[in-house]
C-alpha cells in the first residue's frame, strides 16, 4: 500500500529534550515536506527536501532541523523543545509538479511540558 | 506572494441540506487547486483537485468545486451532505514549486 508513514503518532516530551520525528514514505517520491497544524492557523510548512541532500526553509523553521540521506526517509529534528513547539505535525510526500497534490501522513501530535 | 482564505472557519449544517465552502485565493501566477479533508484524529485526504481545462471539478462522494479565475474561488459544494461528511476542509494552492499553501480550514458539521 502506497502510503507515508510516520511515528510516533503521540509523543509528551520536557523542554529541551532532543527528539526526532521519523517519516518514511513507499513511493518513490522526490519531493517531502512537513507541515505543523496549529487551530487557525491551518497547516504551516516548516521544511521540504526536493530531493536526496535538498533541504530547504518553509514558513516557520525555527526551532526545527531536517535530514534527507535518503529518497524515502524525511525526519524531523528538534534539538531543545520547547512548549511552543507543542502542534500536530505531519509529513506529506509528492511524486512531481505541483499539480500531484501530496500523500500525508497520520500526524504526530507533540507536547513540550 | 501566493494566499489561502476561507471565508468561514465553522459551518453547521443539516443532514441532507446542500453546503458550500468558500475558498479565494491570490496568485500572480498560474496555480494548482486542491481541497483535503481531514477526519476527526486523522491526516489529511486529497478530495479534488483543479490542474486546468473544465473549470468544474468532482470528487468520487459527491463534492464538487468550480475554479472561477475571475473571482480567484474555489468553493466546495456538495448538494445533500451526510453524518459521514463531518470533517475539517482545507483549501490550497500550490505552483510548479510544488509548495502547499494552505487555508485556516472550515469545519463542517453535520447534524441529524
Known amino acids: 500500500e502506497a502510503q507515508v508513514t510516520q511515528n510516533p503518532r503521540y509523543l509528551i516530551t520536557v523542554t529541551g529534550k532532543k527528539l526526532t520525528v521519523t517519516c518514511s514514505q513507499n513511493?518513490?517520491?522526490?519531493?517531502m515536506s512537513w507541515y505543523r497544524q496549529d487551530p487557525g492557523l491551518g497547516l504551516r510548512q516548516i521544511y521540504y527536501?526536493?530531493?536526496?541532500?535538498?533541504?530547504d526553509k518553509g514558513d516557520v523553521p525555527e526551532g526545527y532541523k531536517v535530514s534527507r540521506k535518503e529518497k524515502r526517509n524525511f525526519p524531523l529534528i528538534l534539538e531543545s523543545p520547547s512548549p511552543n513547539q507543542t502542534s500536530l505535525y505531519f509529513c506529506?510526500?509528492?511524486?512531481?509538479?505541483?499539480?500531484?497534490?501530496?500523500?500525508f501522513g497520520s500526524g504526530t501530535r507533540l507536547t513540550v511540558v | 506572494a501566493q494566499s489561502v482564505t476561507q471565508l468561514d472557519s465553522q459551518v453547521p449544517v443539516f443532514e441532507e441540506a446542500p453546503v458550500e465552502l468558500r475558498c479565494n485565493y491570490s496568485?500572480?501566477?498560474?496555480?494548482?487547486l486542491f481541497w483535503y479533508v481531514q477526519y476527526p484524529n486523522q491526516g489529511l485526504q486529497l478530495l479534488l483537485k483543479?490542474?486546468?481545462?473544465?473549470?468544474l471539478v468532482e470528487s468520487i462522494n459527491g463534492f464538487e468545486a468550480e475554479f472561477n479565475k475571475s473571482q480567484t474561488s474555489f468553493h466546495l459544494r456538495k448538494p445533500s451532505v451526510h453524518i459521514s461528511d463531518t470533517a475539517e476542509y482545507f483549501c490550497?494552492?500550490?505552483?510548479?514549486?510544488?509548495?502547499?499553501?494552505f487555508g485556516q480550514g472550515t469545519e463542517l458539521s453535520v447534524k441529524p
Open positions: 506529506a510526500s509528492s511524486l512531481g509538479s505541483g499539480g500531484d497534490g501530496y500523500t
Open positions: 513511493m518513490n517520491h522526490e519531493y
Open positions: 527536501s526536493m530531493n536526496v541532500e535538498v533541504t
Open positions: 496568485s500572480s501566477v498560474s496555480v494548482y
Open positions: 483543479y490542474l486546468s481545462g473544465s473549470t
Open positions: 490550497a494552492v500550490s505552483d510548479v514549486r510544488r509548495k502547499l499553501i
